[in-house]
Nanobody, 124 residues
């Protein structure tokens, strides 16, 4: 059984930073792209960032470019999302996703397994 467990969410003031982690068990992430999505209250789930199996040429949503950084540690089977200069509009539940392929993608259907999510709240 594949499990993705996110951690690191919380309450932070605008301008602050958080680092999310996603620990994967039951399957190696080594050959797959990994992604982060988020869903704010009353809105659809949206793409945030994705990293290929190699760790380079990551994709980012325009809204987070220059502020967020996705990374991975294949040896630890873990993916990270470093979030800096947080804004109130970043408030959402953040989900980790396990890719169907080795290259990253923007679409949710390109990911096969999902975590339960971790809440990030940014106060103004």
């Amino acid at each position: 059984q594949v499990q993705l467990v996110e951690s690191g969410g919380g309450l932070v003031q605008a301008g602050g930073s958080l680092r999310l982690s996603c620990a994967v068990s039951g399957r190696t992430i080594g050959t797959r792209a990994m992604g982060w999505f988020r869903q704010a209250p009353g809105k659809e789930r949206e793409f945030v960032a994705a990293v290929p199996w190699s760790g380079d040429s990551s994709l980012y949503a325009d809204s987070v470019k220059g502020r967020f950084t996705i990374s991975r540690d294949n040896a630890k089977n873990t993916v990270y999302l470093q979030m800096n200069s947080l804004k109130p509009e970043d408030t959402a539940v953040y989900y980790c996703a396990f890719g169907r392929a080795s290259y990253p993608a923007y679409e949710a259907y390109s990911y096969i397994y999902w975590g339960q999510g971790t809440q990030v709240t940014v106060s103004s």
